[in-house]
């Protein structure tokens, strides 16, 4: 009994920084519509300043606390806004969606920067000797942290509810949560009051990331990203709407969690895989079982009809002699760099080529996933491991030909992706997403332990494939880049005809509008099984080509969830819905990591640190700059590289038609400019044509 | 027989009775209208006949098979097509597409396998019908256009074409004319009247403009705050009392 008492009074400490942070996401989604993925990044900031102050420099609680709650935090929520999520009130749910993900992908990497690579130990709260613990009732232990943690959150909601009841600012507050629009109408500037509750809203996130410190002994970025996920359980029970119930919440999970944990049985290999899951598990279970997200899309915002149409792809609209002038190009291009690579390049070109191949086919899945079914899947890479585990254990241990070990791969892969979209068919948009990050860090946490999945201790070996009397061993590279490229190509087709097909029409009926698409028979079920189980199968081959390609499954660093989060990032941003978009993102990355590793890295070190000192260039500045690109996504939504293309495109149209008015003046109406893109206007009613 | 019965269909919301034991049926090649003052319960029980709202009482009986357990896109392959009082079409799609994909969809060539063996293309004879159809409601010229760029008056005909591809044996049409100027509501009443006698289907008319209605409708049913109020032959039911105290306001 008194163990239990135990329990909950330290899982009451968890779960006053659950509840912290889930009324924080809370306030947010209501007040901006955005479900802030960075929120856990917004913690980690605050600790991460805290515990510098604090540990590093000395500075007194009281300063280091203000300083790191009271400044940085309300600054970082009052910069996100300004500089983001105000533009982003209009933006599609997908294009909210990728910018939080950028954040979460980029602000932990940039602080590291400054914070350190590694996490930081030997953690202090908020209050002198925390961990100094009393004993009121004989066996009951509760230490001083966890009282303050406990007292500043009650401190923490009594001045929240007075906010909300008794200031105007609260009212505003309470008001833009029940109708931006309205408030708007009613003559109050709902962007100053959405300016205030994301300050707001960081200071919660400061107050439970320097909370959380001393209860993990370490401030590391996984800590905070990992614990955002119960904060999340414990939204999506209220809904995204009552921030009483995401209170009540929190705290009940944080409590559940200890007592749950503390009865486990700790010696089978099942209950010590678990524990570390019981986040994930909360969330995708809330997510599956809670009535109120049934067949809830996320609200659009009702005047985006007047936005002007996307525009149309530049492929689809460009003139026959462009399209192929481009084509032509483009083979040219491939076919000297082919060459080059193959015939004179050092042979890290190579295996910049064969990374490239094999990230651009499984970006190809994102390709099928989000630019064909408009869904953000954010478990990509566990696709991938589960493709590379199947090879590497069926191909080592039973001896199976490694193609066909892949090909079975991808079919265990294409049933797990299904099997996740059936319970998640309910869920649209942001649960969706949430639900297969759920799933990616179950897997990560307990799957990838087990021997017969990830290999055990070390990594599953993974052979090179042979084919008759081909052998893709790694002493010739260059034919397992023919391979990789075989099965780029193959999936590339492939892609493109489910495209252009029924599966690809269907999609994108269900995208632009699904009552409609429902009026005419097609089934959402089925479309979404469908794509899912495709989108994993073409993850999972990649996944396998990485291994073979490794000569292991190394998990970590190639499968974590991280990188999920990453790769949607990057092809979002640079083009999903077209092949080139997949491939040259992938291409990007590889090279990026080539070139400025190894160029530019080194002219900074000899040329600029002689003037101003910086430390070593960080391995994940590739990461850092390729997120930070994605911000462009709101305003680009069709990828960086169509926006390009179609002003490229323009370009030469205009110098076409420049050259021709040139060439035969007299006649207007060249055969180009009839081929030339209409400007969209208005059709005349049918009785006048 | 008739295609559709819809019988003693009952809805309540939050204490609100939408709909009270409402019966209706439409036989087939038969365009049946249901008119009524806004708030009388047309679009709830257009929900209700397409699954979209699930019935607290009552049945709907299509082809003598009963729909209650019947998802809403069973429903469309069944062979009940409709529009949407707000137009709903594809954005980023052309007339053309919206045609196609429906014809897809009508000859179940949506396995994957199809799709990766042809290329998907779009057959022969499937361009055929989708040029019919942009022939018939005579939208030819905007063919391939995407659909934010047309008149509202061309969407509904898009929305009609749409329907129609699906190979429906009866259409539900909720408020054709709404935001329409008089004009486009005549031509859309004739082309309807072509494309009903040409594809011999039944159609189901939701609409409060009354000229529209009589110029199309042969039997009319009336709905007043959830109720059926009368119900008959066109020119009957217009000359009643009841349904001009309701509907037409007394004008007499």
Known sequence: MQQLISNILSGMSYGSVYALLAVGLVLTYKTSGIFNLAYGAQAFVAGAVYFDLRVRHGLPIPLAFVVAVFIISPLLGLVLERALFRHLRTASPVARLVTTLALLVAIPQILKLWFGQNPQYGTQGIVPGGDHAYNPFGTVFVSRDDLATIGITI??????????????????????????????????????VSMSAWMLCSVLAGLAGVLLAPLFAAVSEFNYTTLVVVAMSAAVLA???????????????????????????TNSVIASNLRPALPFLVLFLVLIFSPSLRNRRELADPLAGVDPPPPPPAA???????????????????????YYVFFHAASNWRDVAILAAILATIFLSITVITGMAGEICLCIATFAAIGACTTAQLATRFGVSVLLAMVVGAALAALVGALLALPALRLGGIFLSLATLAFALFFENVMVKFDWVGGGALPEPTPRPTFGSVNFDTTSNKSFLVLCLVV??????VVIAIREGTTGRVLAALGANEPAAASIGISATRARITVFALSAAIAAIGGSLLAMYEGAVNYNPDFVSFQSLFWVVLVVSIGSRTVEGA??????????????????????????????????????????????????????????????????LDAAQRGIDWFK????????????????PEPLRPASAPGSS | MSLLVARSVTKTFAGITALADVSLDVDEREIVGLIGPNGAGKTTFFNCLLGIVKLDAGTVIFEGRDLARVPTYRRARLGIGRTFQRIELFSGMTPREHFLVAERVRNGRGALWKDILFLGRPSADENARANAMLELLDIASVADRPVESLSLGVGRLVEIGRALMTGPKLVLLDEPSSGLDRQETEGLAVKLRAVQKEQGIAILLVEHDVDFVRSLVERVFVLDFGTLIASGPTSEVFADDAVRRAYLGDLV
């Open chain 1, 661 to 676: 008015r040139g060439k035969d003046a007299g006649h207007p109406t060249s055969e180009l400019a009839g081929t030339a």
């Open chain 1, 239 to 265: 809904g995204l709407t009552s921030i009483p119930v995401a209170f009540a919440g929190g705290l009940m999970l944080g409590v559940m969690g200890e007592v749950v944990d503390a009865y486990l049985p």
């Open chain 1, 583 to 648: 491939i040259q993102a992938a291409i990007g990355f590889a090279a990026f990591q080539i070139v400025v590793l190894n160029e530019v890295v080194p002219w900074i070190n000899n040329h600029v640190q002689p003037w101003y000192h910086m430390g070593p260039p960080p391995q994940t500045l590739a990461i850092i700059l390729l997120s930070l690109g994605a911000f462009t996504y709101a305003k680009h939504p069709e990828g960086v590289l169509e926006y390009q293309k179609r002003k490229s």
């Open chain 1, 488 to 493: 780029l190509v193959i999936v590339s087709v």
């Open chain 1, 155 to 192: 401190v923490a909601v009594v001045l929240l509810t007075f906010l909300f009841r008794y200031t105007a600012l609260g009212l505003r507050m309470r008001a833009v949560v029940e109708s931006p629009r309205m408030t708007e109408l009613a003559g109050i500037d709902a962007d100053r």
């Open chain 1, 316 to 338: 689809s609209v460009r003139s026959r002699f462009l399209t192929n002038g481009t084509r032509g190009l483009g083979v040219l291009a491939g076919v000297v760099v082919g």
